[in-house]
């Protein structure tokens, strides 16, 4: 195992984040959610109604870790597509408000914009209704994309993969992203789901989560034991750098080149709405990176991100102080 750094380690490392342009490739959502109170059931199901109060829409999928990586100081470009409908201009708008400076994102006929829709009553979620398309996307789409890395892959420190097995990232897309990627000596972080797990050969780090890993592996994870056991056999598989394991309130575990292991368990918190925790995760790994930080240390500060993720409601970024105060009441000094 690592030796543990101080408190004010962990804080010095944070001033070192941001500057650096990333590609974030993947799919992006429109988080829509509706707030409200319930002070009664319906009479056609034993359900609550919810009196919506208020609705709030925010950048999901993708967009909220290119959103987490501007908030850390960085300059992240989306590659993705939307559906041309209503849903699709109010994700690209927010894209251009919140995030700001250059995308490549295409709207694709007859394909609806992926919504995740999300009730809550007091503050607590009840409901989630999805509304998207696992087709792949068109193959002129896929052209344009790969033509903007291309012409961007010079200028840029890292590439973050989100896979929400939404039908953008295909097979033979992975494949080219990672031949430019080898070829401009490019970092390349990967936030899988299981459909493409084994075509992400070579990358510097994978983040399964625990459930992803254990179907991965075909190995009943009950222990960190286990989970070691399940990294190492991914790891040598993919023969990736790193894998990182994201395991709940059981914490995060990093594994290395040398089958070396550290584990990090989550911190005592309240958690209001764990929505979005994966995506700060992978986003401060990225910026960490970049910055030149190890691994290591940048698990544990990531650790904290996705904590403190979890103490809000809704999906929202995580900053640079947000980070130092989550260290600031946790780690020792």
Known sequence: MYGMSTQNHYLDLI?????????????????????????????????PIVDVKSKIEQLGGAANV???????????????????????????????????????????????????????????????????????????????????LSSLAKDISAIVIEDYNKGLLTV???????????????????????????????????????????????????????????????RKKLKTQYVMVTMGKDGILLMDENERSVTRPAFVRVVNDPAGAGDTVISVMASALMAGISPEDAMVIANYGGGATCERVGIQPIT?????????????N
């Open 15 to 47: 001033t070192r984040f941001g500057g650096k342009k990333v590609a974030v490739i993947g799919d992006i959502m429109l988080d829509r959610s509706l707030f409200g109170v319930t002070e009664r059931f319906s009479a056609e199901a034993p359900i």
């Open 66 to 148: 290119a959103n987490n990586l501007r908030a850390l100081g960085d300059i992240p470009i989306l590659f993705s597509v939307v559906g041309d409908d209503q849903d699709g201009k109010i994700l690209s708008k927010l894209v251009e408000e919140e995030i700001q400076g250059e995308h490549f994102i295409f709207r694709e006929n007859n394909r609806p914009t992926t919504v995740k829709l999300r009730t809550f009553a007091r503050d607590r979620q009840i409901a989630r209704a999805d509304f998207e398309s696992r087709e792949e996307v068109k193959k002129e789409t896929i052209e344009k994309l790969l033509i903007g």
């Open 172 to 234: 033979s897309f992975i494949k080219e992203i990672l031949k430019i990627a080898k070829k401009f000596e490019l970092k390349v972080l990967v936030d899988p789901k299981f459909d493409n797990f084994f075509v992400y050969e070579g990358v510097t780090l994978f983040k399964p989560n625990i459930k992803e890993l254990s179907e991965a592996t075909s190995i009943e994870i009950s222990d960190v034991a286990h989970v070691e056991e399940a990294a190492s056999i991914l």
């Open 320 to 332: 640079p102080q947000d980070l130092k105060d989550a260290i600031c009441r946790n780690e020792k």
